[in-house]
């Protein structure tokens, strides 16, 4: 993936290795993976997990020098993010300004250990999410190097799809649809299961992330020979029945909340074949 190509976003707030730092106790590797597959997989509020596998986390302001902040900013793996963070803002800009909106584009957080978000406290452990409460991303890198080794995704592209995903979120947040699933989870309406509202939420960021490589791919034809297969392979790994299978050995549908394996890259790849919007509505959709 030739991501270089784009340009690359100021949006991003680089907390590794300061004030941003937090220790976390009590959390081992097999924690580890069981929140990476319960917080990022699953969607459990990622101060939820905190509070059940290591406690609060404490927050340790650290000093950063002149020369660490100048290599951050050569930091290749931020170039990257920052990459794919522009990338997104350029093309939601555009969907957005043809509707006659204006894109809001959110911050991206780049944090390592532990991060406080107005949706709470969260460690590494939960993986990448979005906080609709201060409508910013927050990723620790080191998920990428789980996701790869542990849950069978990974590279470049696929990290790219986590990010765009993420993005999808925001998305959803400006434009009601994460509000509507919030009320209704209010309202008592049991909002997961294999065609609930938490897996039709999931799904369109999937798709929305599709929709989102169409138009890169369009834009800058920055995709290799193999890419696309990488971000299905990832789409897959990550998918209720695959996670289930692999922490329980069952396939529970009645607790779904993100989709399929099948139905995730599924939707990625509507998105991706598609471009269009309008065939993301996974809300109206009568087969997930």
């Known amino acids: 993936m030739k991501w270089d190509r784009a340009r690359k976003s100021q949006n991003l707030e680089d907390r590794r290795g300061g004030s941003g730092v937090a220790r976390a106790g009590g959390v081992g590797l097999g924690g580890l ?9 699953t969607g459990i509020n990622p101060a939820q997990i905190l509070g059940l596998m290591g406690g609060q986390s ?36 555009a969907i ?3 509707a006659g909106q204006t894109y809001p584009a959110p ?7 532990a991060v406080q978000s107005a949706c709470g406290q969260a ?28 849950l069978g995704g990974g590279g470049d592209f696929a990290e790219a799809y ?21 009320d209704a989870r209010r309202s008592g309406q049991d909002v997961e299961g294999d065609n609930g509202l938490l897996v039709r939420q999931e799904l369109q960021a999937d798709c929305y992330a ?16 193999g890419d696309i297969e990488e971000a299905m ?20 549908p009645d607790s779904f909340t993100h989709g399929t394996s099948e139905q995730r890259v599924r939707w990625f790849s509507e998105g991706f074949r598609s471009g269009s919007f309008e065939r993301c509505d996974t809300f109206r959709a009568a087969r997930l």
Request: glycine content about 8%.
């Open 33 to 41: 993976v069981l929140a990476l597959v319960i917080g990022w997989i």
């Open 58 to 93: 404490s927050q340790t302001p650290v000093a950063v020098s002149p020369e660490e902040e100048a290599a951050r900013a050569n930091d290749p793996r931020r170039q990257f993010v920052a990459s794919i963070l522009g990338e997104t803002e350029d093309v939601w800009g």
């Open 96 to 98: 957005f300004s043809k």
């Open 107 to 113: 911050t991206l957080v780049l944090f390592e250990g």
């Open 123 to 150: 460690t590494s452990a939960s993986g990448p999410f979005y906080c609709p409460g201060d409508q910013q991303v927050y990723i620790d890198l080191g998920f990428f190097a789980e996701m790869q080794s542990r």
């Open 162 to 182: 986590v990010i765009a995903h993420e993005v999808g979120h925001h998305v959803q947040t400006i434009t009601g649809v994460t509000q509507k699933v919030n």
């Open 210 to 225: 599709g929709l989102w490589a169409h138009n890169a791919q369009t834009r800058h034809q920055w995709l290799e020979a």
């Open 233 to 252: 392979n990832t789409a897959s790994a990550i998918g209720d029945d695959r996670l289930q299978k692999q922490s329980s050995g069952r396939v529970m």
